[in-house]
């Protein structure tokens, strides 16, 4: 079975794709006969809200459930990583597990995946003209939705097939460069 791992939520709105979107998102990959285990903070809970109620059967909800050594090991095991920018996304690049990281104001080039290759996706807005810019550390009044506004599922399932038709026959491998 294939399983991918999603972070939907971030602290920051500004930095997080709507929760229906990535509810879109599970239901495709539980279509596609891909299991989702979602991931993050139990203060994740909140900001995903009724999403949750809505998961397919095989989703795994481990919010909260996991130490960071314990989410570690759990991101290790997974096929992909899809995340919104996030310490998480990073924890995918250190044990080696692809990542599909869905970037809002920030700059991918600065705060992205490490280390860069054709494993670690990325997926930006589009048509924003002032992308990139960090609102949390400039004070720009920018409240993000022009940026996660503009990313749509269609993109960041293009990254995840991308990445699934990559990897070798026994589903195990992706080229490293």
Known sequence: MQVAADQPVRTLNS???HPERFLELIEWLDQSGIRTVIIGSA????GLGPMLDHLPPSSLNLL???SLSEVSAVIAQCEL???NDSGLAHIAGAVGTPTVTIFGPSDPIRTGVFPPSKIHRVVRPEGVTCHPCQP???GLTCSGTDCMGSIEVVAVRKEVEFLLQMRSPDRKKYPQE
């Open 43 to 46: 203060g994740d809970r909140q």
């Open 136 to 138: 949390a550390k400039t």
């Open 15 to 17: 930095i997080r794709l």
């Open 81 to 83: 990583m899809i995340s």
């Open 64 to 66: 909260g459930r996991t």
